[in-house]
């Protein structure tokens, strides 16, 4: 379902705040000075967000040198401020923001297969569930293919314990893939596609953060390291380096880093891990920047020498002779598509071939519309499909409206996704794709380029354009979708012994047609009949009501969407992530959702619900039959807590929600008469109010990110373990990624811990459920990761939030 952010105000800070350089005759040239080098430095760490954007941007623009991101992951295990996307969909939005970051800071974006799969402790366990020599062969190609001088780590190998394992993990496999890239014997398999490669040096990128603070930082001892001045102003852009990377930092929204621009002196530090330790203060001493001696770094010289910035047109026979001259040496180089751009930039040759949909099926016949400016100051001849040219005049533009037919094409699927994880690791079948960020796999039309000495083959994506009265025009990637899609309201549906009303969401894309839809489950499962339903149009949807009732009592299997049209089947669902600050993504996927019966009773509440940063908790209760009205605190009236018995807050609600610290009285005042509240998880940094509870409560840090943990009940006889579900160690079993996070720190007497449990190694934590009478009603505060649990399906969670709210049953 796509999610769209609320507020103008937002929509268009973020809008703005993606806009990268643009191609003025400043930017062209900084472009080719970046080309001119032919030297690439790798920075590495876990996640997206984890990249220090202001050491790329310093290495991209004040060196002008190839820098490389290798992100372990693509954060599908994290948590999302933006909207409910988690898992893969989480992976995919926050790939994309990585890509935009790069846009800015002009790096370029690559992965290992390693599936994020939340919180760790220890860099020992973190290569325990990737499968070390897995990731490590992974950075080794990234190594290999890419060819980096120098390498540099976020973190510190030698942390063990004291941070996130995922980073540490990270500089753990930076140090042993420094000498293994370079060694025939490690991954020997890769040296079918690439050669072994020695990078010259290693550092670790050391920070205030690893110290607690700036302070702490400030009195340090620098001896050794590596000062970079990363706050420099670059006149011929106009902008200071600080501030390309607070624009290229602000790209991570759904992780709320959305930051001011920074300007003026600002210094980052290198440690030297490995290598060729440089004698002075250079990081690249001794490291020769350009080829030497040969006919491409020559015209690539005098494309910088001769360049003048009020005339960029004048470089197009050093471009073209550094085309053909890369061309023919080695033309799967990622920097022939550069200088193509270049030419391109230089010469103000502007190609768009678009049309007003946003998806098409095989076999659809679409509007088209291809345009090509030639802002020149001389004709140029460009010759299309079909074996036609035109002439365009200088200064004028070709635009053709036409017919697209697409011929039987894959769905349009991100390439790491077409095949479920399988050990925390993304499948990728061809090995050649490891590491890329994506593949396109747009719909193209070539079209050819005569520059007189050279022609020129540019392949034009089709993409969607639309208007919009109040922003302008937009552009979208184009995507081939199957002709039917099915979507669920959720992944899971809990029963209890009772039948239910499913519904499922389809889609038509084929205009008027009339297809059979049904669902499909085990023999534990009696479903209502197939229903025909009638499309009049394309992108019309309709909501189909199915009747599931559970036969056996311990029934836990798939349900199936299936449509069957003019004799062919379709059983796709269609996943939309849109943001303002991304390309809208898609992902097509088996439309299934898993069932379960299970002895769960469900207590008669009515519910309110203040959301937070975005989870599925609303929908996961009214799947088993609940109802929950979600309140609009920005229209607060505290009146309207009298018609509820529970006011559950959303994850981070005290972080994300600035109007809870004015109408918090009210919260506790509906507790003092009577009610329940209920307080997901908060962030013990940047509380937006101390007071987050009636009384004193203060958060730390703890988590058990073990979700095979031991939970012991410190009271046994409570009734969040008895009423009016009778809980046992069984209910603790098949949690996923995590038992939860943020747990109380210390509390007021009033309140009990209900639970107390640990991660391998360390102390017991009581802090993850505590619950206190106040007034005449409850107070509960839980660090526990319900809302991962309940959206998951998982049986014990369900029962013992269902316990939870019988604290206040309506009677």
Not at 197 to 219: H, V
Not at 375 to 399: D, H, Y
Request: hydrophobic share 35%.
């Amino acid at each position: 379902m796509i999610k769209f952010l609320v507020g103008i105000s937002f929509f268009m800070s973020l809008l703005c705040s993606a806009q990268s350089l643009q191609n003025t005759s400043s930017e062209i040239y900084d472009d080719l000075l970046r080309l001119q080098n032919n030297t690439t430095v790798m920075y590495i760490a876990a996640h997206p967000d984890d990249e220090n954007t202001r050491v790329i941007s310093w290495l991209t623009h004040d060196k002008h040198v190839d820098a490389v991101y290798l992100s372990l992951t693509r954060g599908d295990g994290g948590q999302n401020l933006i909207g409910t996307e988690k898992g893969e969909l989480l992976g995919l939005l926050r790939t994309q923001e990585l890509l935009e970051a790069r846009k800015i800071d002009k790096g370029r974006q690559w992965f290992t297969r390693a599936l994020d799969f939340g919180y760790s402790k220890t860099a020992t366990e973190t290569l325990k569930f990737w499968d070390k020599q897995q990731v490590l062969s992974d950075v080794v190609w990234a190594i290999r293919k890419n060819k980096p001088e120098i390498i540099i780590t976020r973190f510190d190998p030698n942390s063990n314990g004291e941070t996130h394992g995922h980073h540490t993990a990270s500089a753990i496999l930076a140090m042993e893939a420094f000498d293994l890239a370079a060694d025939s014997k490690a991954f020997p398999e890769q040296l079918k596609y690439v050669k072994v490669w020695r990078p010259k040096r290693l550092f670790y990128n050391t920070s205030w953060w690893f110290f607690g603070s700036k302070e702490n930082f400030e009195k340090s001892d620098k001896t050794g390291l590596y000062p970079i001045n990363v706050g420099n102003y670059y006149p011929i852009l106009g902008i200071s380096n600080n501030e390309i990377s607070s624009k290229a930092r602000s790209m991570h929204a759904c992780q709320g880093f959305g930051t001011a621009l920074e300007r003026g002196n600002d210094m980052e530090y290198l440690k030297f891990l490995k290598g060729d330790q440089p004698k002075t203060n250079d990081i690249f001493e001794g490291i020769q920047l350009k080829s030497e001696n040969s006919a491409l770094q020559k015209q690539l010289d005098l494309a910088v020498s001769e360049y003048q910035f009020s005339n960029p047109k004048l470089t197009l026979q050093r471009l073209l002779q550094a085309y053909k001259l890369m061309k023919k040496e080695n033309p799967k180089d990622s920097k022939l598509a550069e200088i193509k751009d270049l030419i391109l930039k230089t010469q103000g040759i502007y190609f768009e071939w678009t049309t007003e949909k946003a998806f098409g099926t095989s076999g659809e016949e679409i509007s088209t519309r291809l345009e090509i400016a030639n802002r020149r100051n001389a004709e140029v001849t460009v010759s299309l499909p079909g074996n036609t040219s035109q002439t365009i005049l200088a200064n004028e533009t070709f635009k053709e409206n036409q017919k697209y037919k697409i011929e039987n094409r894959n769905y349009s699927n991100p390439y790491w996704m077409e095949k479920m994880p399988k050990n925390n690791l993304y499948i990728t079948e061809n090995p050649e794709n490891i590491g890329l960020p994506e593949i396109s796999n747009a719909i193209t039309k070539k079209v050819t380029v005569d520059f007189g000495t050279t022609k020129i083959d540019f392949d034009i994506p089709l993409q969607q354009k639309t208007v919009d009265p109040s922003i302008g025009e937009m552009y979208q990637p184009f995507y081939t979708i199957p002709t039917f899609v099915a979507n669920f309201d959720q992944e899971n549906f809990i029963f209890s012994n009772q039948p239910k009303q499913i519904a499922v969401e389809v889609q038509s894309f084929a205009g008027k047609s009339t297809p059979t839809v049904s669902l499909n489950g085990s023999k534990d499962w009696k479903i209502s009949p197939a229903q025909k339903v009638i499309f009049t149009e394309t992108g019309e949807k309709q909501t189909l009501y199915f009747q599931v009732e559970p036969i056996s009592r311990n029934a836990n299997s798939t349900l199936e969407t299936v449509i069957e049209s003019e004799g062919k089947t379709y059983n796709q669902s269609l996943q939309v992530v849109a943001y303002p600050h991304i390309d809208r993504q898609i992902w097509t996927k088996k439309s299934q959702v898993q069932v379960q019966n299970l002895d769960l009773k469900i207590p008669t509440v009515k519910i309110a619900y203040i959301t937070g940063s975005g989870d599925d908790i609303p929908s996961s209760l009214r799947a088993i039959g609940l109802k929950v009205d979600e309140l609009d605190v920005k229209n607060w009236n505290a009146a309207q807590l009298q018609n509820y018995d529970v006011l559950i807050l959303g994850i981070r609600a005290f972080n994300t929600q600035p109007e809870l610290a004015m109408i918090n009285q009210d919260l506790w005042k509906f507790v003092e008469n009577g009610g329940l509240i209920i307080n997901q998880y908060n962030t013990n940094r940047g509380l937006l109010t101390i007071d987050i509870a009636p009384f004193s409560l203060k958060l730390g840090s703890g988590r058990i990110s073990e979700e095979d943990a031991k939970l012991k009940m410190l009271v046994p006889n409570h009734p969040v373990f008895n009423n009016p579900n009778k809980l046992t160690d069984q209910d603790f079993e098949n949690w996923v990624q995590e038992r939860g996070l943020y747990f109380a720190d210390s509390w007021d007497g009033k309140m009990i811990p209900l639970l107390e449990g640990n991660d391998t190694g360390e102390s017991p934590k009581q802090g993850s459920l505590l619950a206190g009478k106040y007034g005449k009603g409850t107070y509960v505060y839980t660090g526990l990761s319900f809302f991962r649990e309940l959206p998951a399906g998982v049986p014990g969670a369900y029962r013992l939030f269902m316990n939870i709210l019988a604290l206040r049953t309506r009677k």
